[in-house]
């Protein structure tokens, strides 16, 4: 126009996601000619990880089938190349739960979960401590990447025994004993049973302390 501007059309409509080289032409009335290149990005839509979460961000992979395992589910909005892993305190790759490797071979737009079971890649456990569950999705066009992360912590060790405080233990001999006190290992559960017989709902042991009271 007389101001200078113009306005060009990139394409038709549903042009292919992907990165294209722009060229430019400008011809002067006298046939003076000037180039300019540039990038053009085409994109019908964002890749974005949504609902990242773990079922358990502490597990005791120790086959008593209490928290031996968190599954790790997320979506992704865009066909992308995934990679799920876990890392160690040092951000090495202790095992790798996913990786797509072939560029043009993606995993499809979707909701996903996988598994962890407290193990390195060739199945021996890791020891106790807090790792990092990452996932890392590129867009196979644009190259753009997104990720997502949280920390869960392995415990293996079994909690040292509770002991009774309880003045006279005679009174466990009935369940209609007024209180049962004792000291475990803080922040940890606690039941309580007389032969066999669970007595009341479980208490959790001051985190500081280690206390618990039992109260019938």
């Given amino acids: 126009n007389g101001s200078g501007n113009y306005t060009a059309t990139a394409g038709p409509s549903g ?8 060229k430019v032409t400008v011809q002067d009335l006298s046939g003076n000619l000037s180039l300019k290149t540039g990038e053009l990005k085409a994109q019908s839509a964002i890749l974005q ?24 589910s997320f979506e992704i909005t865009k066909a992308a190349l995934m990679t799920l892993q ?15 490797t072939v560029v043009n071979s993606p995993s499809p737009a979707a909701a996903y979960s996988f598994t962890w079971n407290g193990t390195r890649d060739g199945d021996t456990l890791v020891v106790d401590g807090t790792y990092k569950i990452k ?3 590129q867009d196979p066009l644009l190259n753009d990447v997104v990720s997502a992360q949280s920390n869960i912590g392995v415990d293996l060790t079994r909690p040292a025994a509770p002991k009774m405080t309880t003045a006279d233990d005679t009174t466990l ?15 940890n559960a606690v039941k309580l049973s007389v032969n066999g017989t669970l007595l009341t709902t479980t208490v959790t042991a001051d985190p500081l302390t280690g206390l618990f009271t039992f109260t019938n």
Avoid at 15 to 22: A, C
Avoid at 49 to 72: C, T, V, Y
Wanted: charged content about 20%; hydrophobic content about 40%; overall charge negative.
């Fill in 15 to 22: 042009i292919v996601d992907g990165i294209y080289d722009v």
């Fill in 49 to 72: 990880i949504k609902n990242f979460a773990l079922s358990q961000g502490q597990i005791s992979p120790n086959g008593d089938f209490n928290r031996d395992e968190s599954i790790i």
């Fill in 173 to 187: 001999k009935s369940p209609t004993a007024s209180s049962v006190t004792g000291v475990a290992e803080g922040g």
């Fill in 135 to 137: 996932l890392s999705a």
């Fill in 86 to 100: 876990v890392l160690d305190a040092t951000d090495s790759i202790v095992r790798t739960l996913w990786q797509d």
